[in-house]
């Protein structure tokens, strides 16, 4: 079946722009992450949707970023007015529900902000 | 707060050389313990994994055993192969308030040679 999907898959913008990221995951899975991973760094946990629960928002780094969820479907991951330091790769990943499940991950998009 | 130490890389073996990537984690109680791979143009991967104390996770040729007095989850391959050159990510997973959040290593580059 179709695995996790992300768009775009790379990304140039310009500082101080908005930009707004996809994941659509794995049909069936009701949990979806984001994370970061910076250049020769480990990946960072942003944010966790599980079902129709408050989402776990404890990585998210600033206020200038957010995502939304809709039901258990698709994800976007909006950060606003962007910095250089916001370059990375955003990674989503989904698994069936809660407990150790295996994370399943998406190619990722690459963020370049100018 | 929970993380996870792994070897620098890179590192380059020749074919049939034998591999141990190290990983340490600093978790309170029982984390699980993952090794996830990264081959080049593609999207991360779970390699093994293992649940709790003296596990062991095999795949592909790799092991790795869920040492809990070490608190060590080495990755070991007796005998790589060109294909096993890739990006190696060890992670653990602790479930904090529903939210099974993965924390990841740096990553070690394995590149193998012929």
């Known amino acids: 079946g179709a695995g996790v999907s992300q768009s775009p898959s790379n990304k140039v913008t310009e500082k101080g722009k908005d930009v707004e990221l996809r994941c659509d995951p794995i049909?069936?899975?009701?949990?979806l992450y984001w994370y970061r991973q910076r250049l020769g760094q480990g990946l960072e946990f942003l944010i966790y949707f599980q079902g129709n629960s408050a989402p776990d928002k404890s990585g998210l780094p600033s206020d200038r970023f957010s995502a939304e969820r809709t039901g258990e479907s698709v994800s976007t991951l909006t950060i606003q007015r962007t910095q250089q330091e916001d370059s990375a790769v955003y990674l989503c990943?989904?698994?069936?529900?809660?407990?150790?499940?295996?994370?399943?991950f998406g190619p990722g998009t690459r963020l370049t902000v100018t | 707060g929970n993380s996870v130490t792994q070897m620098e890389g890179p590192v380059t073996l020749s074919e049939e050389a034998f591999l141990t990537i190290n990983c340490t984690y600093t978790?309170?109680?029982?984390?699980?313990l993952f090794w996830y791979v990264q081959y080049p143009g593609e999207g991360l991967q779970l390699l093994l994994k293992a649940t709790k104390a003296d596990d062991k996770g095999s795949n592909k040729g790799f092991e790795a055993t869920y040492r809990k007095e070490t608190t060590s989850f080495h990755l070991e391959k007796g005998s790589v192969q060109v294909s096993d050159s890739a990006v190696y990510f060890c992670a653990l997973s602790r479930t904090q308030g529903g939210s099974e959040k993965l924390v990841f290593g740096k990553g070690t580059k394995l590149t193998v040679n012929p």
């Open positions: 978790a309170t109680g029982y984390p699980s």
């Open positions: 990943a989904s698994s069936y529900g809660t407990g150790v499940h295996e994370q399943y």
């Open positions: 049909s069936g899975h009701t949990a």
